[in-house]
Nanobody, 122 residues
Framework: QVQLVESGGGLVQPGGSLRLSCAAS????????MNWYRQAPGNQRELVAA???????DYADSVKGRFTISRDNAKNTVYLQMNSLKPEDTAVYYC????????????????WGQGTQVTVSS
């Protein structure tokens, strides 16, 4: 069994910062790409930021220059530092990772966290 557990969400004023964390645990042989998605009410889930195992990153245009994704491979953990937050960043943020469970010879599967609420409001 593999679990992804997010933490760090909350209520913040416009212009503020939050740092999200997502830790993978369980029978893990290798964690490949790790991603952050978000979903606002009435909207589809969208990719916010992605990071490869080697550290290459990519961002949605709406968060470039404000959000930074990073990871600690030794801890199987991914982070999302969110600065200069705007009301339109309000959403449930989900962690996603491609994980080889049990053995590196097994194919990677996508796993999702339960989501953490981020609310940007004055």
């Amino acid at each position: 069994q593999v679990q992804l557990v997010e933490s760090g969400g909350g209520l913040v004023q416009p212009g503020g910062s939050l740092r999200l964390s997502c830790a993978a645990s369980g029978s893990i042989a290798r964690v490949n790409a790790m991603n952050w998605y978000r979903q606002a009410p009435g909207n589809q889930r969208e990719l916010v930021a992605a990071i490869t195992r080697g550290g290459n990153t990519d961002y949605a245009d709406s968060v470039k220059g404000r959000f930074t994704i990073s990871r600690d491979n030794a801890k199987n953990t991914v982070y999302l530092q969110m600065n200069s937050l705007k009301p339109e960043d309000t959403a449930v943020y989900y962690c996603n990772a491609d994980i080889q469970s049990g053995s590196i010879w097994f194919a990677a599967k996508p796993y999702w966290g339960q989501g953490t609420q981020v609310t940007v409001s004055s």
